[in-house]
């Protein structure tokens, strides 16, 4: 698997990730985000199915989305909406750097919830597909909960500080979660969706994914017997599958979205 540097900017931030496969300017491009505590590396096995078949497909490190981020920034200021930034960002350099002749968006976890919320804000002229994989969309209901993945905290008496260990992380995260509604975060995307779940996910209950599939005029949607969060390599086989029919329409058609085009 062919990688090669790609870094853009956010804030005076430096994102950090890789392209996998062809680098040429004009082909079909995706930017697939990691979840929670991982990086860009943990969506490889995604990367490496699309890159096969032709997409210029990017892999990147959200700004303190892990103890071992490669991109600058800080844990203690990572939220949803600064990864949603990353995201934007990321997604402005993919296009002044390779014009791509379109442009979709992939995301795992807190990943997917992240690519949703981009989706919506660049909407269908700019983003031709939307790819969403066990997405995490409990994260707003968890943080008023109290119950936001290994950081316990009292909701009514939220810390500075949630935890740190694995790494640290803010209250700030759980103070911007709890005032999100997910589905208005993610709805209102009107290109072509896919929608994978796994029915023995512990993480994020399914009944999320199945509310979400409501949201889009056009998802495909796709649960996986007995996937869990993060799947098995079993499992991986049938959502890579999933994946690369859902997006080998874009190979075919040559064309994209882009406005500037």
Known sequence: ME?????????????????????????????????????????????????????????????????????????????LLSE????????AAVRAQFRPSSLSLIGCSQGGFVAGMAAKELGSTEISRLVMIYPALCIPDDARRGRLMCFPYDPADIPEILGTSPMVLSGRFARTAMQMDAYAEIGGYDGPVLLIHGTADEVVDIRYARQARTLYPDCEYHEIEGGGHGFSPAHDEQAKALLKAFMQPLLAEGKGTESDK
Do not use: W
Request: net charge negative; hydrophobic share 40%.
């Open 84 to 91: 949603k930034a990353d995201l934007l960002a990321v997604a």
């Open 3 to 79: 990688l090669r540097p790609f870094q853009a900017n956010r804030g005076g931030l430096t994102l950090r990730g890789e392209v996998i496969g062809p680098c040429e300017a004009g082909r079909p491009a995706v930017i697939i985000c990691h979840g929670f505590l991982s990086t860009g590396r943990s969506v490889h096995h995604y990367a490496s199915v699309l890159a096969d078949a032709g997409f210029l497909t990017v892999a990147f490190d959200f700004s303190g989305g892990a103890p071992d981020s490669r991109s600058d920034g800080s844990s203690a200021d990572m939220t």
